[in-house]
Structure formats: C-alpha cells, structure tokens
C-alpha cells in the first residue's frame, strides 16, 4: 500500500512539473522573443520603431513595423488623413500610422479600440480626427488579413 502511495507521488510530481516547464516555456516564448528593430528613413532621417515611438516597441508592434516600414514615409506624405493630421509632424502621423495597423492585424481590433489607443498619445483627439488614420491605413497601407 506504501508503495503504491510512494509511485502515485512520484507520478503526480512527474506531471506537474511537466506541466509546470510546458507553461514556463510558452509564457518565456513571448517575453524572450526578439523581432529586427528595422531602420528606415522616415521625413529623410534613419528611424527606428523604438525611436519613431519613443519607447521599445512590442514584439508585435515590431512586427507590424518591418512589415509597413518601407511604404510608411511615402503612404504618410501622399494619404489624405484629414485636416487634424496636418497639425502633426511627420513622425507623430507614422506613430500613429503604426499603431493602427498593428490593432488593424489582430482580430476583433476595432476603430474604438485604436481611438482609446491614440488617445493616450493624442488626447485632443476624437474619432472624426482619427478614423481617416484607421479607415486609410486599412485600406492602402496594411489591409486586415483575410
């Protein structure tokens, strides 16, 4: 009886500690993974997720980044964003450029979740400023996946 007692320990230790290391390993996935931080001239000047803002860049923001960085300065000079983004300097319209594709790429990321986003950036900013950033974005620059 001891004995049978003594291997349902060891085999209840035996899985969780498996599942201990499974999760371990899944959660340290994300956090350890690292993305190329991609430099791109933005407005002429070499720039960086990070830099473009302001702090290190989420593995998927980064992600969203490499992936529109070499058409961001050209779609940032030639879309219509509004009259609200003609109070903006180039690297603030990118920023938030950026952000909105990257909510754009995960699924059930809505206009509102964008506007709550810029809004810490930007809290002058309402919806009529910032859905041409949202509605052009997803329609040139980084269309939602299929």
Do not use: K
Request: net charge negative; with cysteine; hydrophobic share 40%.
């Amino acid at each position: 009886m001891t004995r049978f007692f003594g291997v349902m320990l060891v085999l209840v230790a035996v899985v969780a500690a498996g599942f201990y290391f499974a999760l371990r390993g899944l959660s340290d996935s994300d956090s350890t993974r690292t993305v190329e931080d991609t430099r791109v001239l933005l407005d002429g000047t070499p720039t960086t997720c990070g830099e473009l803002l302001g702090a290190p860049c989420s593995v998927a923001l980064q992600t969203t980044y490499n992936r529109i960085a070499p058409r961001l300065d050209g779609f940032v000079r030639g879309a219509d964003l509004g009259p609200w983004a003609a109070t903006l300097d180039s690297d603030e319209t990118a920023a938030l450029v950026v952000e909105a594709c990257s909510l754009i790429g995960q699924p059930g990321q809505t206009q509102l979740e964008f506007v709550d986003l810029a809004r810490v950036r930007h809290p002058e900013a309402g919806s009529p400023e910032l859905f041409p950033f949202w509605n052009r974005a997803r329609e040139g620059l980084c269309p939602p996946p299929a």
